[in-house]
Each structure stands twice: as structure tokens, then as C-alpha cells.
């Protein structure tokens, strides 16, 4: 029976990364009532679990939301497909399980910005709260925790020899990318227990299904929000192709992720003024922060043909070697079975004055026009590289006042003359490490973006055709308190009352490296301050804006 004519004391949109954290650790209390609403269904299909999945529910409308960025000028007008997971655990459901959280910077960055308690010292401890590392905890990891960190199962020839070639280049090996430093080359670790993935679905919200005062609702998709004035007291969502009401007396909290959450706001009439009157949308309250600050890693996907059999293009060619990898992860869930989307992580530094990495590879001993496409049928390689920290700022549109459609996501890739600088030096950085000595026997040929680009202004159009995204949308509805920031440093929305934003959209600058785990710390320490905001009556923020109207 939908969540009708009940009120919460707090309400979840929606269960993915940071949601479910947040379904957790809120409803840990049986006095306190917490409804959790999800546009996707729950994570029954066998491949969300098996690691090597992950090919099969990206680009699947089944478990990814499927969408498309609009035609980017960065990338010679190319539109590229950005999944999105549409199921319980949300993009960690679908996710290429690489467990990375970031440098220190990153997080003192935004406590410079003015995000009182957001420094990497602040932050730590919701890293190592969540964490239940393999390898037992230490001052930087965390053991016992909802999300598993656990070794990689499957180790190749080629990817050893890739951490050679980056030694070579002076680039230490490294066996964790989030201990003291992350510069290094060496094997990802994987959210993964028992060579199945940890979503948190599975770490999250297995633990907490069987309480009775949290309640799921799943192919629940959120429409928008009821105010009073401006406070939020409940939301609209459809169901069964029927609309319902949620009333909250305490706490709505919109973890939708950087496409989502923006989109759901404004049709309820929170985001840019101008833009929403465009659309035929009443004012509530003006905030032209949301959709802004779009920020993604780039993925100069570099693919080198080799020049002996080693890679898993030429394993998954034969039958018998195929029916051999099903075995080994039936019986001891390894193998290419239980691989995340990468093997080998590598963090450089292109200039050796560099305090910390500038650029990340995704090492991968197979290739593929893109995932999910099937792997080419020659022997090949993806160095895949990303500038950590770039420049270009994109944007999330309402394409209508429906909340059903969807927005229109404009990246703008490559927009700065940064980005354009080190996309170039990327690409050289990766021809250097394949003519070290280590990997220079092991190849045939550059097949992307291939030898006839030569000077810088061919690497960039060679670079404009390889790039992709590796999925780390975030900063639409920014933390902070200057006049394009969405949510305050406690996460509230500015200037509407009982309303938050906890996931990945918050994040004012992309953090250096892979995103889930940033989101997922996001959800932990968001629900701690809500709790405690519980406890001081601190959940309505100041209204720091004036011209914000009821509806
Ligand atoms: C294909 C892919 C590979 C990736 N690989 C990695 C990786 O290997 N390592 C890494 O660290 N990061 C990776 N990422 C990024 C990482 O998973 C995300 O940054 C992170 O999951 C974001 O968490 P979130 O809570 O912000 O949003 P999400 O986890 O995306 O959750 C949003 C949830 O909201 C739901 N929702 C949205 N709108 C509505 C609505 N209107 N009504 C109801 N429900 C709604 C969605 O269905 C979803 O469940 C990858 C992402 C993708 C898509």
C-alpha cells in the first residue's frame, strides 16, 4: 500500500549511493519514522552482483536511466551516453565497484571555500565509518563497516607490466590510493565481499529492510515537492501509475545524484528564476545555483593494440576459455568474473613540482568502442586517462515542466583552455609510459587515437574524438554560501526549511578520483548532522535570500 495519509519523519528521495546510507543510519532509531522512495525496482537481477556485470546493466533501461548528454561543442558535437542507476543502491548498483576517495586537498578545498566541517580531517571519519576493509583497519581505513573494500581477484600479465612501465616513468607502486598519498600505479581495490559487489543496497539496506519503521517503496518516481510557505511538508511521487502524497513532519532529504536532484527541484519551483518562467513554471524560490556547476572526468580512452595474445579480448574469443571463467567464479569467485571496471589504477603527476596527481588511468587489459559493447576482436588494451580536477563547468536544463522528461545535460567538455592543455599532455604522458621499456615489447600499434595525430592541435581533435565520460557527474546543487550555492555546509537547502541535499550533486569541486565513495561519506555525515540538527531544532536554515516566494 503506498505511503498515503501517514506522516514521516523523514523522507528519502531516493535509494541510491548516498540514500541508502541515509535509509540507515536515520531509521537506526525505532521511534522514528523514515520512508525511502525509489524510481527503480529492487536489485534482483543476478548481474547487478556479479562484479563483471556491470557490462550488462549500464546502457540496460531495466537498472540505468539511459541518458544523453545534448550535442557538445567540446567534443566536436558529439552526444555521449551517460548511464545513471535506475534500482536500489542507485549508481553503486551499476558502478564499476572501484574503491578510490580522493586527495586530502580536495576536501580542505572546500572547507577553504568557506564548508565548515568538510576538511579531509573532518571527513576521515565518515570514510573509515563506512568502510569494512579486507585488510583489517589502520589510521586511514576503517574495518567492520556497511561497504566492503576488498583486493582485486584477478591479476594479468599486462597489467603488470603496466605498473613496470609507470615505475619507469618515476611514478612509485603503490597497493593503496587511499592511504597517506595517492600518487602510484599499482591494482584498484573493489567495493566487493566475496567477489560479489558491495552496492549499498546490499551494505546499507539488507541490514535495515526487516525494520518496521523504515519503509521502501520502489518504482516510486518522485514528481515534486509540497511547500508551505517555504518550508517542505511533503512530496508528490507516481506509483502505479497513480499519484500519491507523503507528508513530513520532519526532513526531506533529496539524494538523487547530480542529474536528478536538480531536475527534481525544479519543477517544484526551486532553481533559476528566469529559466523556470520560461518553462511555465511558478516561482517558489529563486536559486540559480541548481543545475549549474556541472563537473565530470573526462576519459581519454587511449586503446594500443598488442602484440602478443595477453589481453582479455583474446580470452573471451574462445569458447573454451569463456566457459572456463564462468567455472572459476562459480567455484572461487575470481577471475575475470569478478573484475570492476579497471584493473590497474595509476595517479601522475605531469609536472614533477606538482604537490599531487593531476591526472588518473584506468588501466584495462581488454578494449571496447565503449562498455557494454562488446570487446574488439583483435588483441588490445584501453589507458584510459582523466584529468583529476578540471575546469569546465556544464549545466542541467529543464527541457519541460514535466517531471517525467528528461533534462537536458549540457557537460561542456573541454571548455577551458586548461582542459584543452591537458588533454594534450595526457595523450603524450600515455604514449610515453607504452614506449618505456617495460611495455614497449607488448606494442603493435596506437589504434586511439591513433598515430596520425602529431602536433598538439591533432592530439586535441584526437583527443575531442576518444573522450567519454567515466561517469562522476557532480556539483549541481553546490555546498556553500556565495550567490550560486544550493545547500549550506549542514546541507540544507538556502532558504527553504526542511530540506536537504545529501549525494554527489553537492560536492563544490569534483574530487580527484572515482565518486562513490565521496557520495557515500556525504550520505554518512549528512545523516549525522541531521540527527543532530534533530536534537538543537537546527533544521530550518536562515533565509539568505529575499525574493523567494510561497506558492
Ligand atoms: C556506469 C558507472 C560506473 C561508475 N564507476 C564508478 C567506480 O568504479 N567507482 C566510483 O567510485 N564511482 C563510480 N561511478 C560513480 C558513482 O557510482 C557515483 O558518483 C555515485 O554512485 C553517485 O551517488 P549518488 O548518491 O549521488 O547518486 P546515485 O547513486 O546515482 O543515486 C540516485 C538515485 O536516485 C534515484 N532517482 C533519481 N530520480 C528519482 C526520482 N525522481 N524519483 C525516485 N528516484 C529517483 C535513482 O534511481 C538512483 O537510485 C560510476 C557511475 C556509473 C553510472
Known amino acids: 500500500m503506498p505511503a498515503e495519509g501517514q506522516a514521516f519523519d523523514y523522507i528519502i528521495v531516493d535509494a541510491g549511493s548516498a540514500g541508502c546510507v541515509l535509509a540507515n543510519r536515520l531509521s537506526a532509531d525505532p521511534a522514528t519514522r523514515v520512508l525511502l522512495l525509489e524510481a527503480g525496482g529492487r536489485d534482483w537481477n543476478p548481474w547487478i552482483h556479479i562484479p563483471v556485470g556491470y557490462f550488462k546493466t549500464i546502457h540496460n533501461p531495466m537498472t540505468d536511466w539511459y541518458y544523453r548528454t545534448e550535442a557538445d561543442p567540446g567534443l566536436g558535437s558529439r ?112 567495493t566487493a565481499r566475496n567477489g560479489l559487489r558491495c552496492s549499498t543496497a546490499v551494505g546499507y539496506l539488507r541490514p535495515a529492510r ?7 517503496e520502489t518504482h516510486a518516481l518522485v514528481q515534486r515537492l509540497v511547500l508551505q510557505g517555504c518550508q517542505a511538508t511533503g512530496l508528490i511521487y507516481e506509483q502505479g501509475g497513480r499519484e500519491h502524497a507523503a507528508q513530513c513532519r520532519g526532513e526531506i532529504i533529496l539524494a538523487g545524484g547530480a542529474i536528478n536532484s536538480p531536475q527534481f527541484l525544479m519543477p517544484s519551483g526551486i532553481g533559476p528564476q528566469d529559466h523556470l518562467r520560461e518553462k511555465g513554471i511558478a516561482v517558489a524560490h529563486d536559486l540559480p545555483g541548481i543545475g549549474a556547476n556541472l563537473q565530470d572526468h573526462l576519459q581519454l580512452r587511449c586503446v594500443y593494440k ?63 568502442d ?63 609510459l607504452t614506449e618505456t621499456r617495460a611495455l614497449a615489447p607488448y606494442i603493435a600499434a596506437e589504434f586511439r587515437p591513433g598515430p596520425q595525430f602529431v602536433s598538439d592541435a591533432e592530439i586535441l581533435d584526437g583527443a575531442r574524438e576518444v573522450a ?3 561517469y562522476h557527474p557532480v556539483g549541481t546543487c553546490k555546498m556553500g554560501a556565495d550567490s550560486q550555492a544550493v545547500v549550506d555546509d549542514r546541507l540544507r537547502v538556502h532558504g527553504i526549511g526542511g530540506l536537504r541535499v545529501a549525494d554527489a550533486s553537492i560536492m563544490p569541486t569534483i574530487t580527484s578520483g572515482n565518486t562513490n565513495a565521496p557520495a557515500i561519506m556525504i550520505g554518512e555525515k549528512a545523516s549525522d548532522m541531521i540527527l543532530e540538527d534533530a536534537q538543537t531544532g537546527a533544521a530550518v536554515p536562515e533565509l539568505r535570500q529575499a525574493g523567494g516566494q510561497a506558492r
Open 306 to 368: 598488442t602484440s602478443r595474445p595477453v589481453t582479455l579480448n583474446d580470452a573471451l574469443r574462445n569458447p573454451l576459455r569463456r566457459a572456463a571463467m564462468g567455472i572459476e567464479f562459480a567455484l572461487a569467485r575470481k577471475g575475470p568474473l569478478s573484475m570492476g571496471a579497471s584493473q590497474v589504477c595509476i595517479f601522475a603527476k605531469t609536472e614533477a613540482a606538482l604537490e599531487t596527481p593531476d591526472i588518473q588511468y584506468h588501466v584495462q587489459p581488454w578494449s571496447a
Open 79 to 190: 552526444s555521449l551516453q551517460w548511464p545513471r542507476g535506475k534500482v536500489l543502491g542507485g549508481s553503486s548498483s551499476i558502478n564499476g565497484l572501484l574503491y578510490v576517495r580522493g586527495q586530502a586537498q580536495d576536501f580542505d578545498q572546500w572547507r577553504q571555500m568557506g564548508n565548515r566541517g568538510w576538511g579531509f580531517e573532518d571527513v576521515l571519519p565518515y570514510f573509515k565509518r563506512a568502510e569494512d576493509q579486507e585488510r583489517g583497519a589502520d589510521a586511514h581505513h576503517g574495518a567492520g563497516g556497511p561497504l566492503a573494500v576488498s583486493d582485486i581477484r584477478i591479476r594479468r600479465e599486462i597489467c603488470d607490466v603496466v605498473i613496470d612501465a609507470a615505475e619507469e616513468l618515476g611514478i612509485p607502486r603503490s597497493d593503496d590510493f587511499n592511504g597517506i598519498d595517492q600518487e602510484g600505479a599499482g591494482y584498484f581495490q573493489l
Open 210 to 216: 526487516a525494520r518496521r519503521n523504515l519503509r521502501i
Open 468 to 470: 567519454q565520460t567515466i
Open 370 to 432: 565503449s562498455p557494454g559493447e562488446g570487446t574488439h576482436k583483435f588483441s588490445a588494451m584501453a589507458l584510459s586517462v582523466c584529468q583529476l580536477r578540471p575546469g569546465s563547468r556544464g549545466q542541467i536544463r529543464l527541457k519541460s515542466a514535466n517531471p517525467g522528461e528528461y533534462p537536458a545535460i549540457h557537460p561542456r567538455y573541454l571548455s577551458t583552455e586548461l582542459d584543452r592543455r591537458m588533454a594534450v599532455t595526457a595523450v603524450k604522458f600515455t604514449r610515453r
